[in-house]
């Protein structure tokens, strides 16, 4: 990228509006609403003193939880991590499975709420994080996560799978104890339509995937054996950062576990080198996998990836208004930044 | 709608996903994440003591803000409201329209940020707050929006015009002067181009404006001559609420000046009701319009409403990674309870 400022920026001066190939999203970057990208920091950063009592999630509190669906190690009282039912689940398992309750007089389309939500508990100890782990241990929790996706495949009806966490009360977390979510949905859901689509036309179009293509120098944080984390192109949010497989792959689930401390030990650094520059702010990780069912096979156009969003600024108006985004850092700018944190 | 419970509720006891059919966004509504509708409460209620110092926006520091675009009355030191440029600008107008920078080598798609982004003041006083006005001077404020709307329509690149309100820091306002925004944009914006195709795919099936069939006696909250306020059947977020033209209109700019006086009216019954029930949180508004341009004729689909979301809930993993959203509160359950507000 050109740059006419005489800044060590490569970033432009002026807003440009770009275009995420993978989203399908027009983001746009705004230099005058920016501090220098060096200077974001969270202003309600995780407060490890909150992290000192116990709660149903700890160890020794598993008769609080909901049913547990498996552990590691399994039939093991001392459990280094726990799958288990979501207590206050947005889905139910009990119901019949997409029956159409349409009524066509009105017009109105409603869906059973059918579906799975569980939780996994990344840890029996309520002090430690998830960037704590060992890669080792991170890789654990992220085959634990492929493990309950293969199970939940079984079921003909669920056609989407979402992997998240929530971390800090501002990115959403109602328990501090470190844990992530798995949905399964009856229905394909429409920003992971949109993706697809998007990613579809784009090797419709180039002959290429669009995510093996947002691989660029300017814009890459650090490299492992298999996997990358960048900042994309075009950015949603403020130091969003995904990390991504080098080999292409349409499926989270088909993780093997030696890949998985591997990805486990990038997940880390990145975490980590986040946690240093941005002031250990909450934050969102979204695993951005394919549909299931029949559309379970390999496909050229759609390579899943890791999506991590620090939460620094605040969805308004304009947002909810338009669908569009303002995003201050330009992602050259917040991939040189985290390129040169140094982590001890 | 029928219930098998027993509560004075009309809404169903099992999870049900939604299609917003004015915004083809599916809703899950999940009892089982609910408190009981009526104890929503704000946790982050705007502070009114907040509001007790002088700022940019308040009458005498004209001279602290950017360059005015015009005031009411005009010429008038003692003015009503302003409308002038913002200060850090998302967008701009002084570089070329649309200019695209797209490098075909990379993939990159890039566009110039040519566009408007400006403020309305919407009073001199800095702690009176919008629904503190009278009906008449809302009605005024959403007059300078229209006037403001028509000039920059005269501008052959732009292609869309949101105007939005952010009120509250959790809402994203980083100013406590009462405010509300116009950004003019060079691209229609993605969630507006799928309005538009969902509601014209509801027209095409129906023969029916989907906006205009939300009326309904269950999702009603209040009604004057020309508009209804409602909670939409599948709202995405809790106690959202829509105030619609029950005449078809698709361009919120052809309101006249009587109109706004009876629309301040209802907005301002809408607020104070929000208010009172939901302990004066924080909130957004958007007008929901349709594109200028070609396209800027009356249209049989398209149908402008200002659309009204309280700040209760955290937007995470889950709805960034899948564009679903979790509502707890049924939409019947919330009209209900607003409709029941008594207002002095
Ligand atoms: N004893 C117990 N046994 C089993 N499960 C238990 C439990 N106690 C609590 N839980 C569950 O544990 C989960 C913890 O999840 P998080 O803290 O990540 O966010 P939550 O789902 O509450 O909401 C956030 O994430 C969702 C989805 O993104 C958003 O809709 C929402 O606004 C945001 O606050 C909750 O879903 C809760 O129901
Ligand atoms: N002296 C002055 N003269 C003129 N203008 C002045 C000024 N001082 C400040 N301004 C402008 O006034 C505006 C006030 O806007 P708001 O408080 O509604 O939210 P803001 O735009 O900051 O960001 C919120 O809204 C945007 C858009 O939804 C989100 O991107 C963001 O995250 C969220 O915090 C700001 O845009 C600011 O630039």
């Known amino acids: ?23 399908n999203r027009w983001v746009i970057f705004s230099p005058a609403r920016a501090k220098r990208p060096s200077d974001f920091k969270s202003k309600t950063p995780i ?21 547990e669906i498996f552990r590691v190690p399994p039939d093991n009282p001392d459990w ?4 288990i039912q ?13 029956e159409e309750v349409n009524n066509s007089d009105s017009g109105r389309v409603v869906v059973n709420g059918f579906g799975f939500h569980d939780v996994v508990i990344e840890t029996p100890v ?62 394909v859901p429409p920003a992971v339509a949109t993706r697809l689509g998007s990613m579809k036309e784009y090797f419709d179009q180039t002959g290429k995937c669009s995510v093996c293509e947002s691989n660029s120098k300017d814009l890459l944080i650090d490299v492992s ?6 900042v994309p192109f075009a950015a949603t ?6 990390i991504i497989p080098l080999d292409h792959s349409s499926h989270f689930h088909e993780l093997d576990s030696e890949k998985a401390v591997e990805l486990g030990g990038l997940l880390k650094l990145v975490l980590r080198k986040m946690s240093l520059q941005l002031n250990n702010p909450p934050f969102n990780f979204m695993v951005q ?28 108006g304009f947002e909810m208004g338009t669908g569009c985004y303002i995003n201050p850092v330009f992602p050259e700018d917040a991939a040189k930044v985290l390129r040169e944190v140094k982590v001890s």
Chains 1, 2 share one sequence.
């Open 80 to 83: 280094k991590l726990r799958v």
């Open 289 to 316: 996998t394919s549909p299931l069912g029949d559309n379970a096979s390999q496909l050229p156009y759609s390579h899943w990836f890791l999506q991590i969003v620090p939460q620094l600024s605040v969805v308004a």
């Open 86 to 98: 979501n207590l206050y689940p947005a889905l139910s398992r009990d119901i019949p499975a997409a």
């Open 126 to 187: 309520h002090s430690v994080q998830l960037s704590d782990l060992s890669p080792r241990e991170i890789g654990e929790v992220l085959v634990a996560h492929t493990r309950r996706i293969k199970q939940l495949m079984s079921s003909d009806s669920i056609k989407y799978v979402q992997v998240f966490k929530n971390h800090g009360a501002s990115a959403g977390a109602s328990m501090s104890h470190s844990h992530s979510q798995i949905m399964a949905l009856p229905v």
């Open 1 to 23: 990228m050109a740059s006419s400022s005489s800044s060590d920026s490569s970033a432009p001066q002026t807003p440009q509006i770009r275009k995420d190939s993978v989203k």
């Open 237 to 242: 949010f403020p130091f969003e950062m995904w």
């Open 47 to 67: 407060n490890p003193n909150q992290q000192q009592q116990q709660c149903p999630f700890c160890i020794g509190h598993e008769h609080e939880c909901a049913p």
């Open 225 to 230: 054996a298999h996997f990358i984390s960048i």
